[in-house]
């Protein structure tokens, strides 16, 4: 079920930072309290293999995502030791030291299931004991939310494992977000800052096919 135009869950979650802290983070309270934009993405596991490029990927970008208010918090299903383990590991070693903002440390999935993005199918109920079994992994797919400063879902979206994320297209929706806000206009396909965006009427439409 999509969850864009919702409430983001109300939930606290355990996480982790590169100083070895645990803590409680709820998305929702985060982007409430501090009046900023939150990208949530979710990974599969700690060290696995195209993971790791997302998450230095979003940390070499972390300057763009502040300088747009918007806060990045990375998250799976892994406990918070495992994640540190991760952050302790250097980057030559497939480790993802060097990432500073928190991860999210789901490890009893409460989150990822209320948001659906769990790997489990092919549930099947065995009459004999009463018991439901289900196959796969158990782990989250490359799900991506951005929350707006009042914990509204704004943009979801959801990548099969083997394909990894591009940072920029994020960075991209998040100033198309921010200049419906500002200036009450729409963005049309392929915007980008600083292009020409449309009034959300037939007059406008018009207008900007015709120039286009």
Not at 138 to 151: H, L, P, Q, S
Not at 181 to 193: H, I, S
């Amino acid at each position: 079920m999509a969850l864009v135009g919702r409430q983001f869950p109300d939930l606290d979650v355990n996480a982790m930072n590169d100083m070895g802290d645990t803590f409680k983070v709820n998305v929702l309270e985060e982007a409430r309290n501090n009046n900023k934009k939150v990208v949530l993405f979710w990974y599969p596991k700690d060290f696995t293999f195209v993971c790791p490029t997302e998450l230095h990927a979003f940390q070499a970008a972390l300057g763009e995502f502040e300088k747009r208010n918007t806060l990045v918090i990375g998250a799976s299903c892994d406990t918070a030791e495992v994640h540190f383990a991760w952050l302790s590991t250097s980057k030559d070693n497939g480790g993802i030291e060097g990432v500073t903002y928190p991860i999210l440390a789901d490890s009893n999935r409460n989150l990822a299931s209320a948001l659906g993005i769990l790997d489990i199918f092919n549930e099947q109920f065995d009459e004999e004991t009463g018991l439901v079994t289900v196959e796969g992994d158990n782990v989250t797919y490359r799900a991506t939310y951005i929350i707006d400063e009042e914990g509204t879902i704004q943009h979801e979206s959801v990548n099969n494992m083997p394909l990894g994320r591009n940072v920029n297209e994020y960075l991209r929706i998040i100033d198309a977000l921010t200049h419906v806000q500002e200036k009450g206009e729409v963005c049309p396909a392929n915007w980008e800052e600083g292009k020409e965006a449309m009034q959300a009427n037939a007059k406008g439409t018009a207008a900007y096919l015709a120039s286009h």
